[in-house]
């Protein structure tokens, strides 16, 4: 089905440039240069197929939902795999990109010290700290305990193909347990984790300069978004939860 596949592909677009510290009006701006350059070849026939204007544009606003609470227990608790399991809740837990995480060496982890040592922001070449939860500490005791010694880097892949994992196999994993979970039709995207753990602490009344420094961003504005999303979503809930 064209259509489903064009929409996967633009979606998968939009999860890299958010995990690459993209703002959504750069990925949005990425997009129409895009959907011009295609439309020029279909007007010239050179490209079969079409393209939908509007699809492009509610994945481009929607990229960045969080998991609900129920939805997040259900997802976390079909991962039985150690290392996906770690790869995951460390994100979650750190407001980690995954491009950081994937090029984490074993040797940028404090398990003693409860921390990750981010020496370059993928976007912004801002190195910073990340705190590790217990959850996430137990994980990743796990998969240091079976992983093989030799490799350098903390999240690889077991064909020995490359150093480390791809993004485009750890976006497959994410997806393979969303659907193993029954949340397949929710829209979640890996950058969703990261979102996540932004809005948690928002809601646990972290100030917005301590959570700047966590997330990694060169602007406050950056962080800001995602303190309008919570606002939003907040609201939206009282108004849902008020009488009529």
């Avoid at 994937?102 to 982890?109: C, I, Q, R, Y």
């Avoid at 150093?163 to 979970?181: E, G, N, Q, V």
Wanted: glycine share 6%; hydrophobic share 35%.
């Amino acid at each position: 089905m064209p259509g489903r596949n064009q929409r996967r592909d633009v979606e998968a677009f939009i999860e890299h440039e958010q995990d690459s510290g993209n703002k959504i009006t750069t990925i949005r701006t990425k997009l129409v240069c895009a959907q011009a350059f295609l439309c020029y070849l279909l007007e010239e026939e050179m490209f079969p197929g079409y393209i939908q204007q509007k699809d492009t544009t509610a994945a481009a606003g929607s990229a960045a939902t969080r998991h609900g609470s129920g939805d997040l227990q259900k997802f976390l608790s079909v991962i039985r795999d150690t290392r996906d399991r770690a790869m995951i809740i460390v994100l979650l837990r750190t407001g980690m990109r995954i491009g950081e995480l994937l090029s984490t060496k074993v040797t940028d982890v404090h398990i003693k010290e409860k921390r990750i040592e981010i020496y370059e922001g993928e976007k912004n070449r801002l190195g910073r700290v990340v705190y590790l939860s217990a959850d996430a500490l137990s994980a990743l005791r796990k998969w240091l305990k079976e992983r093989d010694a030799w490799e350098e880097y903390l999240i690889y892949s077991p064909s020995g193909k490359a150093d480390t994992m791809s993004y485009s196999t750890a976006r497959l994993i994410f997806h393979k347990y969303i659907a193993k979970a029954g949340l397949a039709h929710k829209g979640y995207s890996l950058h969703a984790l990261r979102h996540t753990f932004a809005t948690e602490l928002l809601n646990a009344g972290m100030r917005l300069e301590c959570l700047q420094v966590l997330m990694g961003h060169r602007s406050i504005e950056e962080t800001r978004r995602y303190a309008q999303l919570t606002d939003k979503t907040r609201k939206m809930n009282i108004l849902r939860l008020c009488p009529r």
